[in-house]
């Protein structure tokens, strides 16, 4: 069994040249599960429960790195690598708060349905993991819950919304996804192109490279900004992505002999030049950064290549900058498990949102005394329930139709 769910865990779209990567719960889809009601049971409601807005609303930036875990970090740090890959971003995450699961470098677990980019960020901003068979290209249909996200919360409260990304947002069904949930405004590959930012038939990597998205990211956050109204920016990047990232032609020096290893390298640098570039505009006072990344690095085999011991714990990174004034952790920091859907509370925490009983969707806030339910259940009993079937979880599904592989052009994001 565990065997033909790896080899189908991954799916290659011949006709497209595709790879859709780890998108399909394919226990789910070939032994499907006892009927549950723990979603139902656990899943909180943030229309149910009381959310105390400051009087200022905070900017939100939110950054969602492609496949970036702890493991990049030296051993010494807490990581799994013989060298440091991100010290830049490890300095940025000193100044910042950062939940560990060690007394080191550490974060949070991934769960099903969260192992892909549109399931990461599903699960951060609303709580609850992807569970539905979606997202390739000769699939006609896909299936997302209806919970509510952050995108919709912020909606409400008078926030313009905007997500920026290198590839075509059709793919993943993330123009679907953030278009239904906060009304965002998508700025795509095909909104670049189309847009005046690329000529009308740049396409690179998964669309554009990092390099030229930070740059309209300073842009597009200069103009948000100059609206005087709160906003909620999404940025996710992609040149880390498997098989092996894309190292940009900018980067000279090449320490490493796995691309990946300089892909890294050079990504978090880029990522924290951005963050301090944010730090001296006239808009960060009131603007909290979440970093996180979307998922762990796909290919398994890169780490038994540079050396990562079998036994090392995998995490995602996470770290949040300038919280709102008076928001910090009431216990650890350290030592905490957690997983992706307690981003979803801690985001909105770390804006200054109070949150009666700590808990929306699946998640807990992590700057609470409120344990998580990893803490309660433990990751392995929580990724199992999650796997069951639950009638309240196919309540929230909501269908469309999606362009086929012949309508469609440019690449699913894993």
């Given at each position: 069994?565990?065997?033909?769910?790896?080899?189908?865990?991954?799916?290659?779209?011949?006709?497209?040249?595709?790879?859709?990567?780890?998108?399909?719960?394919?226990?789910?889809?070939?032994?499907?599960?006892?009927?549950?009601?723990?979603?139902?049971?656990?899943?909180?409601?943030?229309?149910?429960?009381?959310?105390?807005?400051?009087?200022?609303?905070?900017?939100?930036?939110?950054?969602?790195?492609?496949?970036?875990?702890?493991?990049?970090?030296?051993?010494?740090?807490?990581?799994?690598?013989?060298?440091?890959?991100?010290?830049?971003?490890?300095?940025?995450?000193?100044?910042?708060?950062?939940?560990?699961?060690?007394?080191?470098?550490?974060?949070?677990?991934?769960?099903?349905?969260?192992?892909?980019?549109?399931?990461?960020?599903?699960?951060?901003?609303?709580?609850?993991?992807?569970?539905?068979?979606?997202?390739?290209?000769?699939?006609?249909?896909?299936?997302?819950?209806?919970?509510?996200?952050?995108?919709?919360?912020?909606?409400?409260?008078?926030?313009?919304?905007?997500?920026?990304?290198?590839?075509?947002?059709d793919f993943g069904a993330k123009r679907d996804l953030f278009q239904d949930h906060g009304a965002f405004k998508i700025f795509d590959h095909v909104y670049a192109t189309?847009?005046?930012?690329?000529?009308?038939?740049?396409?690179?990597?998964?669309?554009?490279?990092?390099?030229?998205?930070?740059?309209?990211?300073?842009?597009?956050?200069?103009?948000?900004?100059?609206?005087g109204d709160p906003f909620y920016f999404i940025l996710e990047n992609a040149d880390t992505h498997f098989p092996d990232g894309y190292l940009s032609e900018e980067v000279?020096?090449?320490?490493?002999?796995?691309?990946?290893?300089?892909?890294?390298?050079?990504?978090?640098?880029?990522?924290?030049?951005?963050?301090?570039?944010?730090?001296?505009?006239?808009?960060?006072?009131?603007?909290?950064?979440?970093?996180?990344?979307?998922?762990?690095?796909?290919?398994?085999?890169?780490?038994?290549?540079?050396?990562?011991?079998?036994?090392?714990?995998?995490?995602?990174?996470?770290?949040?900058?300038?919280?709102?004034?008076?928001?910090?952790?009431?216990?650890?920091?350290?030592?905490?498990?957690?997983?992706?859907?307690?981003?979803?509370?801690?985001?909105?925490?770390?804006?200054?949102?109070?949150?009666?009983?700590?808990?929306?969707?699946?998640?807990?806030?992590?700057?609470?005394?409120?344990?998580?339910?990893?803490?309660?259940?433990?990751?392995?009993?929580?990724?199992?329930?999650?796997?069951?079937?639950?009638?309240?979880?196919?309540?929230?599904?909501?269908?469309?139709?999606?362009?086929?592989?012949?309508?469609?052009?440019?690449?699913?994001?894993?």
């Amino acid at each position: 069994v565990r065997r033909v769910a790896a080899v189908t865990g991954v799916l290659a779209v011949a006709a497209t040249g595709t790879w859709f990567t780890r998108a399909l719960p394919v226990k789910e889809i070939l032994f499907p599960a006892a009927p549950s009601t723990f979603i139902e049971d656990n899943y909180v409601d943030p229309g149910s429960v009381q959310l105390s807005w400051p009087t200022q609303k905070r900017n939100l930036i939110q950054i969602f790195l492609e496949s970036y875990e702890n493991t990049f970090y030296s051993t010494v740090q807490g990581g799994g690598m013989p060298v440091d890959l991100m010290p830049d971003l490890a300095e940025l995450t000193e100044e910042s708060i950062s939940f560990s699961s060690t007394e080191l470098k550490g974060g949070f677990h991934q769960l099903p349905g969260a192992t892909f980019t549109v399931g990461g960020l599903l699960a951060q901003t609303s709580g609850v993991a992807l569970k539905s068979p979606v997202l390739a290209t000769d699939i006609q249909q896909f299936n997302f819950p209806d919970f509510a996200t952050v995108g919709d919360l912020l909606k409400e409260q008078g926030y313009t919304n905007e997500i920026m990304m290198a590839a075509n947002a059709d793919f993943g069904a993330k123009r679907d996804l953030f278009q239904d949930h906060g009304a965002f405004k998508i700025f795509d590959h095909v909104y670049a192109t189309q847009n005046g930012y690329l000529p009308e038939d740049y396409s690179v990597w998964w669309g554009y490279e990092d390099d030229k998205m930070y740059e309209f990211a300073k842009q597009e956050l200069t103009q948000l900004a100059a609206q005087g109204d709160p906003f909620y920016f999404i940025l996710e990047n992609a040149d880390t992505h498997f098989p092996d990232g894309y190292l940009s032609e900018e980067v000279t020096e090449r320490p490493h002999a796995e691309q990946l290893s300089n892909v890294v390298l050079h990504s978090q640098q880029q990522v924290t030049a951005l963050v301090r570039w944010i730090q001296e505009q006239p808009f960060y006072d009131n603007t909290t950064i979440v970093i996180t990344g979307d998922h762990l690095y796909m290919d398994d085999s890169y780490f038994e290549r540079v050396g990562v011991s079998a036994d090392y714990d995998r995490t995602v990174v996470n770290l949040i900058v300038n919280p709102a004034p008076g928001v910090t952790a009431e216990g650890p920091v350290t030592n905490r498990s957690f997983t992706s859907v307690d981003i979803f509370p801690t985001t909105l925490a770390a804006m200054g949102v109070g949150i009666k009983g700590d808990r929306l969707g699946l998640g807990t806030n992590m700057f609470s005394l409120s344990q998580t339910l990893a803490e309660e259940l433990g990751v392995d009993s929580l990724s199992e329930r999650l796997n069951d079937s639950s009638e309240f979880y196919n309540a929230h599904i909501k269908v469309k139709i999606v362009p086929s592989a012949d309508e469609a052009q440019g690449t699913i994001t894993g």
